[in-house]
């Protein structure tokens, strides 16, 4: 649902706001084909205004280590 995607979105931001000096966190989303974790991504991304470029390009190499670490996800 679109409403539970701003307000999870929301509540990351204000995450980050309230400890800016915290380590690099990563996240981990799965899930079945077409249930929107690119989408969750896209919307974090923007958010806490990581470019699109980058963020495509960290999003391709989390993927081929994910399947390579984790193939029983994919």
């Keep these: ?9 929301a509540r990351l931001l204000d995450f980050t706001k309230k400890y800016p000096n915290s380590p690099t966190r ?3 989303f799965v899930g079945a084909t077409g249930t929107g ?6 919307a974090i991304a923007k958010e ?10 960290r999003l391709k190499r989390a993927k081929k280590t994910l399947v390579h670490e984790f193939p029983e996800f994919f």
Excluded: M, N, S
């Excluded at 974790?37 to 896209?42: E, G």
């Excluded at 806490?48 to 390009?57: A, Q, S, V, Y």
């Design 1 to 9: 649902d679109k409403l539970q995607y701003e307000k999870l979105c």
């Design 26 to 28: 990563y996240l981990v």
């Design 37 to 42: 974790k690119t989408y969750l991504a896209k």
């Design 48 to 57: 806490i205004g990581i470019p699109r470029k980058t963020f495509t390009d």
